[in-house]
Every structure is written in structure tokens, then in C-alpha cells.
């Protein structure tokens, strides 16, 4: 069993920066990809970001990259999303998620394991 939890989100000014983690349990979080996804209201939940298991291969979204950031620190069971230069189109629920051997880091389908979400306000 894995839990997930989310934090770190709030209200920003557009061009600000935050982080948001990703605190997961037990002893195994080092064994998962993990993703970011984020659903904005009326809209479907879109990928955002991914990081492999070790660490070594990243995936982004075209709105994102260059802007958001993500990494892992195994060792505390924690990922992060860091953003920078938010703009108001990043208001959004954010979700952590961890996936087994995925091949499709992009799709939702492909994890097993979800946050509650935090959200991520971004004013103008």
C-alpha cells in the first residue's frame, strides 16, 4: 500500500514561484516513476510532468517546460514540482502519482497510485 500526499500549493502572483511535493510511504517509492497532473475546472486532467524511478529521464508537458521542474529525492520518499514564472493558465488542482514500470509516463491510465491534490492558484 501506498499513500501519497500532496502540499505546497496556494495563491501566487503571475511570475512568482512555488514548490509543490509529494510525500509518499513505505519503502518502496524508489521502485515508481511519478507524474504530475493537473485538472483545471471544465477541463480534462492533463499531464504535466513525469520522472523515472532513478531519476534519470524526465517528461514535460509543451506548456510547461521551461517553467516547471520536476524531481525526486528518494532517500526522503518525496517528489517536487518546481514552478516558476507561473501564469494564470496554471491555476489548477495538482496530483502526484506514482506508476510500476510504466512505458506511457503521459497517460493517467498507466498509475497506480494518486494524491488527493493540492491547488495552485495563480492571480493576475
Known amino acids: 500500500q501506498v499513500e501519497l500526499v500532496e502540499s505546497g500549493g496556494g495563491l501566487v502572483q503571475a511570475g512568482g514561484s512555488l514548490r509543490l511535493s509529494c510525500a509518499a510511504s513505505g519503502r518502496t517509492f524508489s521502485t515508481y516513476g511519478m507524474g504530475w497532473f493537473r485538472q483545471a475546472p471544465g477541463k480534462e486532467r492533463e499531464f504535466v510532468a513525469a520522472?523515472?524511478?532513478?531519476?534519470?529521464?524526465?517528461y514535460y508537458a509543451d506548456s510547461v517546460k521551461g517553467r516547471l521542474t520536476i524531481s525526486r529525492d528518494n532517500a526522503k520518499n518525496t517528489g517536487y514540482l518546481q514552478m516558476n514564472n507561473v501564469k494564470p493558465e496554471d491555476t489548477a488542482v495538482y496530483y502526484c502519482?506514482?506508476?510500476?514500470?510504466?512505458?506511457?509516463?503521459?497517460?493517467?491510465?498507466?498509475?497506480?497510485?494518486w494524491g488527493q491534490g493540492t491547488q495552485v492558484t495563480v492571480s493576475s
Open positions: 502519482a506514482l506508476a510500476y514500470l510504466t512505458v506511457r509516463p503521459r497517460i493517467e491510465s498507466e498509475y497506480n497510485y
Open positions: 520522472i523515472s524511478w532513478s531519476g534519470d529521464t524526465t
